[in-house]
């Protein structure tokens, strides 16, 4: 008696024709950018490396071997990249900088993006009055420049690291409430809410499981396309002497140290200047493929 199976190969088509869910394709999509790659590669060396700063760093962030040694050149034996002017070595710096300059670019984010978010949705759903006043309330703060704003609020605050994550969260939140707001109008519109509301949907439901996943993209990629700008800002903030205070290591204050010998040791301020223009240009890259990635449109391009 012959005996044919044919549920291998049944089984194998249905494998073959299931369907790719949407962070599959964009995870695919994001290995095909090879700018992507590259900054997320060198993220997660910068990530690394400020983690383990303890286990790798040469010599404490504050730590002078030597007085004498002032103002090294780079590839100077015991000290690769150079000494400042006081004499610590600036690689150890660099990375126990990291420590700083990283989270405090990354909480901002995250606290804008949570607050940002709750207010677009909302403001966006209810509609009316309440709609515009939270709108109107955010375009106050659109208003001012992002710089001016937060060196403001860091002035009154205080300098530290906290007051920068808070100035920098200020001032990020209308950018974030904005798109979400837009995205939530938008959506609203759609058949699938309509036919939501139709059968007595509850707007708890229709906030947290129909608008929600999808006002939540934008609001991903916004966040990795500006990491870059905040590690900027946050030095910048630094540099002006608003933000994080010496002796701590950060970037932007190193890079503000080496102004007074830039003539004759130009490495001080060049080395750290450099680290955060290749972060910020890493997250960019990173950013721009992420936001590429979650569109499927612009996947069908590639």
């Known amino acids: 008696m012959r005996f044919i199976n044919h549920t291998n190969k049944d089984s194998y088509s249905s494998v073959e024709s299931k369907p790719r869910s949407e962070i599959s394709l964009a995870l695919y999509a994001v290995a095909k950018d090879k700018l992507a790659v590259i900054g997320f590669v060198i993220l997660f060396i910068v990530v690394f490396v400020t983690i383990t ?8 962030p504050n730590e002078s071997p030597e007085l004498s ?61 309440t709609s515009g006043f939270v709108m109107r309330s955010l375009d106050v703060i659109f208003a001012f420049p992002g710089v001016l704003l937060a060196v403001a609020v860091a002035s009154v605050l205080g300098s530290g690291m906290m007051n920068v994550m808070l100035a920098m969260s200020i001032v990020l939140i209308p950018w974030v409430a904005r798109i979400v707001y837009v995205e939530t109008i938008a959506i609203l519109q759609t058949e699938y809410i309509q036919a939501a509301k139709a059968c007595s949907a509850s707007p708890t439901r229709i906030l947290f499981k129909e608008l929600l996943p999808n006002v939540i993209s934008p609001v991903i990629v916004f966040g990795t396309t500006s990491l870059g700008s905040m590690v900027v800002f946050a030095a910048g903030l630094s540099f002006l002497g608003v ?15 080496g102004r007074n010998v830039v003539a004759i040791a130009p490495w001080v301020s060049i080395i750290p200047g450099s680290v955060i223009v290749i972060v910020a240009v890493a997250c960019n890259f990173a950013g721009d493929g992420l936001r590429d990635a979650m569109d499927p449109r612009q996947r069908t391009r590639r």
Do not use: H
């Open 69 to 129: 040694e002032r103002l090294l050149p780079p590839f100077t034996p015991g000290f690769f990249l150079g000494t400042d002017g006081q004499g610590r070595d600036i690689l150890s710096r660099i990375i126990w900088g990291g420590r700083i300059s990283i989270p405090t670019a990354i909480a901002p984010i995250a606290v804008s993006s949570s607050l940002g978010l709750i207010l677009g949705l909302f403001a966006g759903y209810i509609g009316g009055k």
């Open 243 to 257: 933000g994080v205070q010496p002796p701590t290591a950060d970037w932007g204050i190193m890079a503000a140290n």
């Open 53 to 60: 700063a303890p286990y790798i760093s040469p010599y404490g």
